[in-house]
């Protein structure tokens, strides 16, 4: 009975159908965890790199700053049972996104020290939270612009063009999460958070060819980048008829009355 009553609880804190929920948790669970592949990355790899990380201990701080703000933004989800429509600004969201621009300044000044680009990722993440209070849309061009920093931060350190397939899957998390809102199947929230996580993995790995001496060619960058563009141009009639997602409450609702 306990454990009905348990299970059942932990139903209604969702409102997405059974599939959808372990998919939604699988998947977010797999993007807190991405960050620890770079702490074993820079605890196992930075003293063979050929150009030293001004702040190795840095880095592994930033990576648990993302933990932690990632953190928040599956709270977020749990407030609003995990169906994600429009843009939801709160508190959470706030310390999410403001505790993302605050990791990846800290990520470029781990990676390069405070040359002008660490110094501009702090600028630009002190001023974030001002942005995002003020509903400025901007925001997300400040977040955006601290990632880029830390993007090229790690490349200058590394020579390796797979730092920048984090851009590219972050873009194609963020394509499937616009996708999502304009026609509704849930299920692409998943998608979006893998592509995030698999984005991530692109940092420790530049970091690993690095350390071996066996760096991504920009001819693999390329390849690997048009297949992403291909791949999404192909699905993209597909997901765009994938039927929305409907809401539980109703059902919820119903499931009280009797």
């Not at 990520?107 to 680009?117: P, R």
């Given at each position: 009975m306990m454990a009905e009553r348990f299970l059942r609880q932990l139903r209604e804190e969702f409102d997405v159908p059974g599939g959808i929920a372990v998919w939604l948790i699988v998947t977010h669970l797999?993007?807190?965890?991405?960050?620890?592949?770079?702490?074993?990355?820079?605890?196992?790899?930075?003293?063979?790199?050929?150009?030293?990380?001004?702040?190795?201990?840095?880095v592994m701080i930033a990576s648990a700053v993302y933990i932690g703000s990632t953190a928040f933004e599956v709270a977020q989800n749990a407030a609003d049972r995990w169906y994600l429509t429009e843009s939801t600004r709160s508190g959470a969201d706030l310390v999410f996104n403001a505790g993302l621009t605050l990791?990846?300044?800290?990520?470029?000044?781990?990676?390069?020290?405070?040359?002008?680009?660490?110094?501009?990722?702090?600028?630009?993440?002190?001023?974030?939270?001002?942005?995002?209070?003020?509903?400025?849309?901007g925001h997300r061009s400040v977040s955006g612009v601290v990632t880029l920093l830390a993007t090229v931060a790690l490349f200058l350190m590394t020579r390796d063009p797979a730092a920048f397939l984090f851009i590219v899957l972050n873009a194609c998390g963020a394509y499937l999460i616009m996708t999502l809102i304009r026609h509704g199947s849930q299920?692409?929230?998943?998608?979006?958070?893998?592509?995030?996580?698999?984005?991530?993995?692109?940092w420790p790995l530049a970091i690993v060819n690095a350390a071996r001496g066996t760096p991504t060619t920009w001819l693999q960058f390329g390849?690997?980048?048009?297949?992403?563009?291909?791949?999404?141009?192909?699905?993209?009639p597909l997901m765009r008829r994938m039927p929305r997602t409907p809401r539980a409450l109703s059902a919820l609702a119903?499931?009280?009355?009797?």
């Open positions: 797999w993007v807190l965890a991405t960050p620890l592949v770079m702490i074993w990355a820079v605890g196992a790899y930075a003293d063979a790199l050929p150009t030293a990380l001004a702040s190795p201990t840095l990791a990846f300044s800290l990520y470029t000044i781990g990676f390069v020290g405070l040359n002008w680009l660490g110094l501009a990722t702090i600028v630009l993440a002190v001023v974030y939270p001002a942005f995002y209070i003020r509903t400025i849309e299920w692409l929230h998943g998608w979006a958070a893998l592509m995030f996580g698999l984005g991530y993995l692109a390849v690997i980048t048009a297949a992403v563009i291909v791949g999404g141009a192909v699905l993209t119903s499931g009280v009355g009797d």
